[in-house]
């Protein structure tokens, strides 16, 4: 659905009309035939009359139509005069292109056409929902368009179908559009030889029913043997839809919680959302059209982690992955359209993995640091970790220690409470202990319990705390010198820890832990309600539960996550770990842990969590079946549209097998595509998918290799091919429909063609041997009867004269106007400035006498026809040399310009001028703003005109003032001007 919006509508040229056929009897042909000489004499007189009459009563246009009816009439009559009587057959009549009725069988042989084609055709297309038509530019209008377009255009198909149909859809379609089509045209059409080429375009169209359509248009651009277009068959479908969908996809890559970059072929920037902006400092609107590199400069630092420079110089650890923007993402074939680049910043996570290599090196050094020995053995009862304090207790060295097997000891005490602890228990022993690796005897307290994992489930290993007896001897200097100690090692360490007596509620707190609430002080004495009040009242609940199942001895250590206030209200997230003492009744007396800062772990994991919930939710809003296949062929994860097209319950479809999903003659083809896919990274396969209850689908499923969590998967997504196969069974009927079509059109045009020759040949011939009749007759009347005529009657022999003067050249012009319409363009450099010299030269020589300023610019050249481009300027220029005949100072100016945004040509002149009211006029036949009698001419100069600059795909156009000249435009397809304006 096309139209040329600087094209004006063909108009038909004044119809001559017919010849009246002659009711004179054979008796009276002899008549006229027996006195030719006074018969003439009086007829011409008459006729004279008339045409004075006409001059002097009718306007300029209908006085030139009613010349040359009464000439036509005079040609007649003087055939009548020389013919002898004999019956004449009456010309066949011209059959239109479009709308002409088939030819009858025994023109083209006995076997009779299909009965009514087009309504064969019609029926075919009524139910399409795409608009499939066939464009003719020659007459501006559709040679068949299907029934869709009434609903789009408001407009039946034969009022689309007929002369100037295309304004029915100009109207409904923005100008801006209409220009952006015409330039894809004109641009494809460059393209050498005459094979028909494809282009799609989109545009905007407002419907009949109100609403604005997106349209998207696949042509076929036709050509003829010169290359020019000769018509345009195309398939034009609504995708407002999918519109509307791809600016929600831009929506939603703006508002995407990560960095979004894309970018087009050339790797420029096409898009930028906020998080990038801020990420990269650049906003969108300075980064499009930039490079790639220009915004996104990355280098590598020494722990090969990707550090993004952004515009301040600043430098940001980040993560990125890109992958290509595809038309049709599931075709294997389809071309990249650019590259969309995710990039994350992954500074909160560099702080937490320092926060958290920090926080184990604390946990190192408390274990380091404490005063009981610690150590960890496995089911084969080796030790397999101990601190120095252990090695300190039994005068050895943790590297001694080590790879000890515990079943040296010898002891079967110490050897059931070990043992005790890896089937889940905990035990205690007091009493001697003699180390394998020498024979002092020592008096420890060994307390073992199994090793859990963060779930609390019990790992096949032991850990264990040991305490020199000795010490508790001397209890009360014991526990003076502990907390001595204790209150240096927090000191020293710096670090966030606590000590929180249950009886007396007291809470101390470390300068590491006061820092993070904002306060300055080596350490702190408050109460375990006072630090109740400073937790989140969300969280209150989870610690004291916390707090209160490790009193009871229900968990081995306490563990909570919690979000504290720090004196400005903020809140932080942190963990809090510690483990109590107790007695030897197993009641808790104190209790002794640390507290970390996990503000922005917590906010990691909110991000992928939100991150992870959007894909979640992405992946089940989409129109189409989504699969995930782990490296076995077996289902993992799938969305709510396979779900629903499948009838399968989530429990059938989990860990189900990739070959059951279809049906079972193409089960060897899906697991044969699976395992193409784990080999080459991508596969396709046109499958059946089974349906329970109900028929099967046609599916193009394309899958591709993925690796999540170090394993390769297959991620895949399926087309629905249902539409896809009904409408490839109508487009070959309908190929096969056109094709039968255009064989039809083309002998139709070939007829249409031969009869336009022979037309010509009749104009160039016949017409003129009459014209040449009423010049001799005119002459002899005016030598042989010229002293019997008075001054009156030899005026008007004198008009006579210069009538049929004016008919031939009338007929000349017309003879040119066709040939141009008809000759085959031979494009190749013209040089205009020259080509003007010698046309301006030639009008001097003419009339010599006049002094005109004329002005050629230099080194104006074009690709173009040489010939037809010496009949433009001919015409030009003679008519700026025509209209600045009555000037006192003529001046004739020629050269290059830019108007409104449009490199063209033009010529200038101070003659006479137009008015614009009236300036479509100037290009179309006859039609003349100037008499006869002010100016001569036949009107068909500017027609000629503008025929062939457009046949070079280019365009004409005038601006004038009354009695202040012209300008006349005229512009050359897209050959770029070399010369100067």
Same mark, same amino acid.
């Given at each position: 659905?096309?139209?040329?919006?600087?094209?004006?509508?063909?108009?038909?040229?004044?119809?001559?009309?017919?010849?009246?056929?002659?009711?004179?009897?054979?008796?009276?042909?002899?008549?006229? %035939?027996?006195?030719?000489?006074?018969?003439?004499?009086?007829?011409?007189?008459?006729?004279?009359?008339?045409?004075?009459?006409?001059?002097?009563?009718?306007?300029?246009?209908?006085?030139?139509?009613?010349?040359?009816?009464?000439?036509?009439?005079?040609?007649?009559?003087?055939?009548?005069?020389?013919?002898?009587?004999?019956?004449?057959?009456?010309?066949?009549?011209?059959?239109?292109?479009?709308?002409?009725?088939?030819?009858?069988?025994?023109?083209?042989?006995?076997?009779?056409?299909?009965?009514?084609?087009?309504?064969?055709?019609?029926?075919?297309?009524?139910?399409?929902?795409?608009?499939?038509?066939?464009?003719?530019?020659?007459?501006?209008?559709?040679?068949?368009?299907?029934?869709?377009?009434?609903?789009?255009?408001?407009?039946?198909?034969?009022?689309?179908?007929?002369?100037?149909?295309?304004?029915?859809?100009?109207? %409904?379609?923005?100008?801006?559009?209409?220009?952006?089509?015409?330039?894809?045209?004109?641009?494809?059409?460059?393209?050498?030889?005459?094979?028909?080429?494809?282009?799609?375009?989109?545009?905007?169209?407002?419907?009949?029913?109100?609403?604005?359509?997106?349209?998207?248009?696949?042509?076929?651009?036709?050509?003829?043997?010169?290359?020019?277009?000769?018509?345009?068959?195309?398939?034009?479908?609504?995708?407002?839809?999918?519109?509307?969908?791809?600016?929600?996809?831009?929506?939603?890559?703006?508002?995407?919680?990560?960095?979004?970059?894309?970018?087009?072929?050339?790797?420029?920037?096409?898009?930028?959302?906020?998080?990038?902006?801020?990420?990269?400092?650049?906003?969108?609107?300075?980064?499009?059209?930039?490079?790639?590199?220009?915004?996104?400069?990355?280098?590598?630092?020494?722990?090969?982690?990707?550090?993004?420079?952004?515009?301040?110089?600043?430098?940001?650890?980040?993560?990125?992955?890109?992958?290509?923007?595809?038309?049709?993402?599931?075709?294997?074939?389809?071309?990249?359209?650019?590259?969309?680049?995710?990039?994350?910043?992954?500074?909160?996570?560099?702080?937490?993995?320092?926060?958290?290599?920090?926080?184990?090196?604390?946990?190192?050094?408390?274990?380091?640091?404490?005063?009981?020995?610690?150590?960890?053995?496995?089911?084969?009862?080796?030790?397999?970790?101990?601190?120095?304090?252990?090695?300190?207790?039994?005068?050895?060295?943790?590297?001694?220690?080590?790879?000890?097997?515990?079943?040296?000891?010898?002891?079967?005490?110490?050897?059931?409470?070990?043992?005790?602890?890896?089937?889940?228990?905990?035990?205690?022993?007091?009493?001697?202990?003699?180390?394998?690796?020498?024979?002092?005897?020592?008096?420890?307290?060994?307390?073992?319990?199994?090793?859990?994992?963060?779930?609390?489930?019990?790992?096949?290993?032991?850990?264990?705390?040991?305490?020199?007896?000795?010490?508790?001897?001397?209890?009360?200097?014991?526990?003076?010198?502990?907390?001595?100690?204790?209150?240096?090692?927090?000191?020293?360490?710096?670090?966030?820890?606590?000590?929180?007596?249950?009886?007396?509620?007291?809470?101390?707190?470390?300068?590491?832990?006061?820092?993070?609430?904002?306060?300055?002080?080596?350490?702190?004495?408050?109460?375990?309600?006072?630090?109740?009040?400073?937790?989140?009242?969300?969280?209150?609940?989870?610690?004291?539960?916390?707090?209160?199942?490790?009193?009871?001895?229900?968990?081995?250590?306490?563990?909570?996550?919690?979000?504290?206030?720090?004196?400005?209200?903020?809140?932080?997230?942190?963990?809090?770990?510690?483990?109590?003492?107790?007695?030897?009744?197993?009641?808790?007396?104190?209790?002794?842990?640390?507290?970390?800062?996990?503000?922005? %772990?917590?906010?990691?994991?909110?991000?992928?969590?939100?991150?992870?919930?959007?894909?979640?939710?992405?992946?089940?809003?989409?129109?189409?079946?989504?699969?995930?296949?782990?490296?076995?062929?077996?289902?993992?994860?799938?969305?709510?549209?396979?779900?629903?097209?499948?009838?399968?319950?989530?429990?059938?479809?989990?860990?189900?097998?990739?070959?059951?999903?279809?049906?079972?003659?193409?089960?060897?083809?899906?697991?044969?595509?699976?395992?193409?896919?784990?080999?080459?990274?991508?596969?396709?396969?046109?499958?059946?998918?089974?349906?329970?209850?109900?028929?099967?689908?046609?599916?193009?499923?394309?899958?591709?290799?993925?690796?999540?969590?170090?394993?390769?998967?297959?991620?895949?997504?399926?087309?629905?091919?249902?539409?896809?196969?009904?409408?490839?069974?109508?487009?070959?009927?309908?190929?096969?429909?056109?094709?039968?079509?255009?064989?039809?059109?083309?002998?139709?045009?070939?007829?249409?063609?031969?009869?336009?020759?022979?037309?010509?040949?009749?104009?160039?011939?016949?017409?003129?041997?009459?014209?040449?009749?009423?010049?001799?007759?005119?002459?002899?009347?005016?030598?042989?009867?010229?002293?019997?005529?008075?001054?009156?009657?030899?005026?008007?022999?004198?008009?006579?004269?210069?009538?049929?003067?004016?008919?031939?050249?009338?007929?000349?012009?017309?003879?040119?106007?066709?040939?141009?319409?008809?000759?085959?363009?031979?494009?190749?450099?013209?040089?205009?400035?020259?080509?003007?010299?010698?046309?301006?030269?030639?009008?001097?020589?003419?009339?010599?006498?006049?002094?005109?300023?004329?002005?050629?610019?230099?080194?104006?050249?074009?690709?173009?026809?040489?010939?037809?481009?010496?009949?433009?300027?001919?015409?030009?220029?003679?008519?700026?040399?025509?209209?600045?005949?009555?000037?006192?100072?003529?001046?004739?100016?020629?050269?290059?310009?830019?108007?409104?945004?449009?490199?063209?040509?033009?010529?200038?002149?101070?003659?006479?001028?137009?008015?614009?009211?009236?300036?479509?006029?100037?290009?179309?036949?006859?039609?003349?703003?100037?008499?006869?009698?002010?100016?001569?001419?036949?009107?068909?100069?500017?027609?000629?005109?503008?025929?062939?600059?457009?046949?070079?795909?280019?365009?004409?156009?005038?601006?004038?003032?009354?009695?202040?000249?012209?300008?006349?435009?005229?512009?050359?397809?897209?050959?770029?001007?070399?010369?100067?304006?």
């Amino acid at each position: 659905m096309i139209s040329d919006p600087g094209r004006e509508p063909m108009l038909d040229s004044p119809a001559t009309p017919p010849v009246p056929p002659s009711s004179a009897s054979p008796a009276g042909g002899a008549l006229l %035939r027996a006195h030719p000489a006074v018969l003439a004499t009086l007829y011409a007189v008459a006729a004279v009359v008339l045409m004075t009459l006409a001059e002097h009563l009718l306007p300029t246009s209908l006085s030139s139509h009613a010349s040359g009816i009464l000439i036509g009439i005079t040609a007649v009559l003087l055939f009548v005069l020389r013919t002898p009587a004999r019956d004449t057959p009456s010309p066949a009549a011209v059959q239109p292109l479009v709308g002409a009725t088939p030819p009858q069988p025994a023109q083209f042989g006995t076997q009779a056409p299909p009965a009514n084609p087009d309504a064969l055709f019609r029926e075919a297309l009524r139910d399409v929902r795409h608009l499939l038509y066939r464009f003719n530019p020659t007459h501006e209008c559709y040679d068949y368009i299907s029934d869709c377009a009434e609903r789009w255009l408001g407009a039946a198909t034969d009022v689309l179908c007929a002369p100037g149909g295309w304004h029915h859809f100009a109207r %409904r379609m923005p100008t801006d559009d209409l220009g952006r089509i015409w330039a894809r045209i004109n641009e494809a059409l460059k393209t050498p030889g005459t094979d028909p080429l494809g282009i799609t375009l989109e545009y905007r169209l407002d419907a009949a029913t109100g609403e604005t359509l997106w349209v998207r248009d696949a042509m076929t651009l036709l050509r003829n043997p010169d290359g020019s277009l000769k018509a345009i068959v195309g398939n034009a479908s609504d995708h407002t839809a999918e519109r509307a969908t791809h600016e929600y996809l831009q929506v939603t890559l703006r508002s995407i919680g990560e960095a979004v970059i894309a970018t087009d072929l050339q790797n420029r920037i096409t898009l930028m959302n906020p998080v990038a902006e801020a990420l990269t400092g650049w906003s969108e609107d300075e980064a499009r059209d930039q490079h790639l590199t220009t915004v996104f400069r990355i280098e590598d630092d020494a722990d090969g982690q990707t550090l993004l420079i952004n515009r301040r110089d600043e430098r940001h650890p980040i993560a990125h992955s890109s992958a290509p923007i595809r038309v049709a993402p599931h075709e294997a074939g389809d071309a990249s359209l650019g590259e969309v680049l995710v990039i994350r910043d992954q500074t909160a996570d560099r702080q937490a993995r320092k926060a958290i290599a920090e926080q184990q090196a604390r946990y190192q050094a408390l274990v380091e640091n404490s005063p009981v020995g610690i150590f960890r053995y496995g089911s084969d009862l080796q030790i397999s970790y101990c601190n120095g304090r252990l090695a300190e207790i039994l005068h050895s060295t943790p590297e001694q220690l080590q790879s000890v097997d515990l079943h040296s000891l010898g002891d079967e005490a110490i050897l059931s409470i070990l043992q005790r602890a890896l089937a889940g228990q905990r035990g205690a022993y007091d009493g001697p202990f003699v180390t394998p690796l020498s024979t002092d005897v020592h008096i420890l307290s060994i307390r073992v319990a199994p090793e859990f994992d963060a779930t609390g489930a019990v790992i096949f290993g032991g850990v264990g705390i040991v305490e020199d007896r000795t010490a508790y001897l001397e209890a009360e200097e014991q526990l003076r010198d502990t907390k001595e100690r204790y209150v240096l090692a927090q000191r020293g360490t710096n670090e966030g820890l606590w000590d929180w007596d249950p009886n007396t509620r007291h809470l101390y707190l470390s300068s590491r832990l006061l820092s993070l609430l904002g306060l300055k002080s080596d350490t702190l004495r408050t109460t375990g309600e006072e630090w109740l009040k400073l937790i989140h009242p969300d969280d209150r609940a989870r610690y004291r539960a916390d707090v209160i199942a490790h009193l009871r001895g229900e968990t081995d250590h306490f563990e909570s996550e919690y979000r504290i206030a720090d004196k400005d209200g903020k809140f932080h997230w942190v963990l809090a770990r510690g483990l109590a003492h107790r007695n030897q009744q197993g009641r808790a007396v104190r209790i002794v842990g640390s507290i970390g800062d996990i503000t922005a %772990r917590k906010l990691a994991e909110e991000q992928l969590k939100a991150e992870r919930d959007f894909s979640r939710g992405l992946i089940d809003s989409l129109p189409a079946p989504f699969f995930l296949f782990d490296q076995q062929g077996r289902l993992v994860l799938w969305n709510r549209f396979v779900s629903e097209l499948t009838g399968l319950p989530d429990t059938e479809l989990q860990n189900a097998e990739a070959e059951s999903l279809v049906i079972p003659e193409q089960e060897p083809v899906m697991a044969h595509r699976i395992e193409s896919a784990l080999i080459s990274g991508e596969a396709s396969a046109e499958v059946m998918l089974r349906r329970v209850d109900r028929e099967p689908v046609p599916f193009l499923v394309v899958g591709r290799r993925v690796i999540l969590d170090g394993r390769p998967h297959i991620v895949g997504v399926g087309t629905d091919l249902t539409e896809r196969k009904f409408a490839e069974r109508a487009i070959k009927r309908l190929n096969t429909e056109l094709e039968r079509r255009v064989a039809e059109r083309t002998s139709q045009l070939s007829a249409a063609l031969n009869e336009l020759e022979s037309f010509s040949y009749s104009v160039s011939h016949d017409l003129r041997a009459p014209l040449r009749a009423i010049e001799g007759y005119s002459a002899i009347l005016g030598s042989d009867y010229g002293d019997k005529l008075d001054e009156e009657a030899k005026e008007l022999l004198r008009r006579v004269r210069a009538a049929v003067h004016r008919m031939g050249q009338l007929i000349d012009d017309l003879l040119t106007l066709s040939r141009v319409s008809r000759k085959e363009l031979e494009r190749r450099p013209v040089d205009l400035t020259q080509l003007a010299q010698v046309i301006c030269e030639e009008l001097r020589q003419q009339e010599p006498n006049r002094e005109v300023l004329i002005d050629i610019a230099p080194n104006l050249q074009v690709e173009g026809d040489p010939s037809l481009m010496r009949t433009v300027l001919e015409n030009l220029l003679g008519n700026a040399w025509k209209f600045t005949g009555r000037v006192e100072h003529p001046e004739i100016r020629f050269e290059a310009t830019v108007h409104e945004g449009f490199e063209a040509f033009v010529v200038r002149d101070n003659g006479a001028g137009f008015d614009m009211r009236y300036r479509e006029n100037l290009f179309r036949p006859f039609q003349r703003l100037h008499s006869d009698r002010e100016f001569p001419g036949t009107g068909i100069g500017l027609a000629t005109v503008a025929r062939i600059v457009r046949r070079h795909g280019g365009e004409v156009w005038a601006e004038g003032e009354v009695g202040n000249g012209a300008s006349l435009y005229f512009s050359i397809g897209q050959t770029p001007l070399l010369g100067s304006s």
